[in-house]
């Protein structure tokens, strides 16, 4: 097996401190290197489901983006919840996780099921109350998300409804 690429504390991650034989880097002139055992389980959750972050403000000193992984354990739902004001973006790693919503565009609110195959996106707007699934009995459902904001914001709530359009703005 080869070496890695880059060496933990090379200056990568602004919250490292200062050495006396090297300054650390300012934010926006390196990349920052966020390795897999590395990922902070400090984030915002939701019952039934844990969220990793990976790139955050608190993580890499982000100022408009946040993303990470989530991990539904099999035969569990989260809680029902929605984003604020962050658009949110999934990518289906792996496992069949099922995405529910309330659809209420017609006379009455309709419960909507999307199910999802590994290499799938979902796009979740802002203020959209929903909750993830995994049927599975078995396997771990493991997705990827990226959002508009910094850190992760979560509102868990009572049910799964629509929001009043005066709550969205």
Same mark, same amino acid.
Do not use: C
């Given at each position: 097996? $080869?070496?890695?690429?880059?060496?933990?504390?090379?200056?990568?991650? /602004? @919250?490292?401190? %200062?050495?006396?034989?090297? /300054? &650390?880097?300012?934010?926006?002139?390196?990349?920052?290197?966020?390795?897999?055992? &590395?990922? %902070?389980?400090?984030?915002?959750?939701?019952?039934?489901?844990?969220?990793?972050?990976?790139?955050?403000?608190?993580?890499?000193?982000?100022?408009? =983006?946040?993303?990470?992984?989530?991990?539904?354990? /099999?035969?569990?739902?989260?809680?029902?919840?929605? @984003?604020?004001? $962050?658009?949110?973006?999934?990518?289906?790693?792996?496992?069949?996780?099922?995405?529910? #919503?309330?659809?209420?565009?017609?006379?009455?609110?309709?419960?909507?099921? =999307?199910?999802?195959?590994?290499? %799938?996106?979902? #796009?979740?707007?802002?203020?959209?109350?929903?909750?993830?699934? *995994?049927?599975?009995?078995?396997?771990?459902?493991?997705?990827?998300?990226?959002? $508009?904001?910094?850190?992760?914001?979560?509102? *868990?709530?009572?049910?799964?409804?629509?929001?009043?359009? %005066?709550?969205?703005?």
């Amino acid at each position: 097996m $080869s070496e890695p690429l880059t060496t933990p504390g090379e200056g990568f991650h /602004p @919250h490292l401190h %200062d050495t006396q034989d090297r /300054p &650390a880097a300012p934010l926006r002139t390196r990349l920052h290197h966020v390795r897999a055992d &590395a990922l %902070d389980g400090e984030t915002a959750q939701s019952g039934g489901m844990r969220r990793f972050a990976a790139v955050s403000g608190r993580t890499v000193g982000s100022e408009k =983006l946040w993303m990470g992984q989530t991990h539904v354990a /099999p035969a569990t739902a989260s809680s029902d919840h929605h @984003h604020g004001a $962050s658009e949110t973006a999934i990518y289906v790693v792996s496992g069949h996780p099922e995405f529910v #919503f309330l659809d209420d565009t017609g006379d009455r609110p309709e419960e909507v099921r =999307l199910r999802t195959a590994p290499g %799938d996106y979902i #796009f979740v707007p802002p203020y959209v109350p929903h909750r993830e699934e *995994n049927p599975d009995p078995t396997e771990e459902a493991v997705v990827v998300i990226a959002r $508009s904001t910094q850190e992760a914001i979560v509102v *868990n709530l009572p049910g799964l409804y629509a929001l009043p359009a %005066d709550d969205t703005e």
